[in-house]
């Protein structure tokens, strides 16, 4: 099968680099999904979680606060302004989480945006 | 000739300057590591919104046949042109500064020759404090943010420029900053960055495929042209950053092998003016001696 290479790019460096079989992108018309051999595609973010799935069943969970998604057949390329993965390395968790949520309120977007995105976040703590 | 308690008073001055201009290059070659690591991780950014925008650009060519926005029309002569001038808010950087605003003069030059109106727009407190004196008019002048760049504060700035652009008040945008080559070498760069050229963007390979967008083409484009000018404007600031922890630390490192040399010709100085102290009491003594007997 083959798989889908995700990026994420801020103007700050390179968060996420890696394969992975699908993936949640946060559109500014909604929520998508992208599996492996998408339609080509451009999109513009909103303030959000991007979640995918890696080769090895592992959930990556990145906020981020608006941006661009380019889909092209293998791969996605996601522009930023700003991105926190929340990860559960060295437990950082509790810290990276906090910083993902001034991240979604600085980006000013809507209230139910942040609420969403935060219980999101919140379910994938537990 | 110089008393002895004169030199050993300078080679100890020269010895202080020294130790100076020595911290002021570690810490600049500290901070000069840091700069460059920012930039580097910057690229990976700068090229994919490069890529990005050539694509939809292409894309949009390809069903209408030139693109209609207002950041892709240009003038032949321009009647307003803006300069932006990025410098650094400290001194101390040898010629840093100077070129810079030497390169950003002869581009006022030029326009004003053609009859454009020249807008300036000042980023560091070097470049301020030049175009002060000369009495110029500054549209915006800011400073602290070529020491310390943030993406934010990057992004406020070049928006006002960018409104004024769309606005219709100025026909043309230029950055004009000194960039970082290596360790040994920066060079002035130029960005034109309103209005942008079409043919810059032009992929190298035209994919077949059609493009999906949303929401619709043209509110796209346009975001995506926004954000690629601010992060131009933050490339140019960080770019020109890690140039001045460059340029500092050349200049602090021949100002320490010249505070070394000075101290050097002091000391032998030094040593021949004791000698010839020496020398002198001695004839003293021999001659007091001589007519003794």
Do not use: W
């Amino acid at each position: 099968m083959s798989n889908l290479k995700l990026e994420i790019v801020t103007p700050h460096g390179v968060i996420y680099d890696g394969d992975v079989k699908v993936v949640t992108l946060c559109g500014k018309d909604g929520e998508f999904g992208v599996l492996p051999q998408h339609a080509s595609l451009v999109s513009l973010l909103d303030a959000g979680v991007i979640s995918a799935t890696t080769d090895d069943n592992k959930e990556i969970v990145i906020a981020i606060n608006g941006g661009y998604a380019k889909v092209s057949e293998n791969k996605v390329s996601c522009i930023v302004d700003g991105a926190v993965a929340i990860t559960d390395e060295e437990g950082e968790l509790s810290e990276n989480l906090s910083k993902a949520k001034e991240l979604l309120k600085k980006a000013q977007s809507s209230d139910t945006t942040i609420a969403a995105a935060v219980s999101k976040i919140e379910s994938i703590k537990k | 000739m110089a008393s002895l308690k004169e030199i050993k008073r300078k080679i100890k001055s020269v010895k202080g300057t020294q130790k100076t201009t020595r911290a002021m290059k570690l810490v600049s070659s500290a901070k000069l590591r840091r700069a460059e690591q920012v930039a580097k991780a910057s690229k990976a950014y700068a090229i994919k919104i490069t890529e990005m925008l050539e694509e939809i650009s292409a894309n949009i060519a390809k069903s209408q046949d030139s693109i209609d926005s207002p950041y892709f029309k240009s003038t032949k002569e321009p009647k307003v042109v803006d300069i932006v001038v990025i410098t650094s808010d400290k001194g101390l950087c040898g010629g840093f500064n100077s070129q810079t605003i030497k390169q950003a003069n002869s581009f006022i030059e030029e326009y004003e020759a053609a009859g454009a109106k020249v807008r300036l727009r000042v980023i560091g407190k070097k470049a301020i404090g030049y175009y002060k004196f000369q009495q110029r008019e500054l549209e915006s002048a800011v400073d602290g943010l070529s020491s310390a760049p943030t993406y934010d504060k990057a992004a406020e700035f070049i928006k006002v420029v960018v409104d004024s652009y769309l606005d219709g008040e100025t026909d043309k945008v230029i950055i004009v900053h000194n960039g970082y080559v290596n360790m040994i070498t920066q060079e002035v760069r130029v960005d034109n960055i309103l209005p942008l050229n079409p043919d810059e963007f032009k992929p190298d390979s035209i994919s077949t495929s059609e493009l999906e967008m949303e929401p619709d083409d043209d509110s796209l484009l346009d975001e995506l042209i926004n954000r690629y000018i601010e992060y131009t404007i933050y490339y140019a600031l960080i770019d020109s950053l890690a140039a001045e922890h460059s340029a500092r630390m050349q200049a602090m490192d021949a100002a320490t092998n010249n505070a070394k040399d000075m101290v050097d010709s002091l000391t032998v100085s030094y040593n021949k003016a004791r000698q010839e102290a020496i020398t002198t009491e001695l004839i003293e003594i021999i001659s007091g001696v001589e007519s003794m007997k």
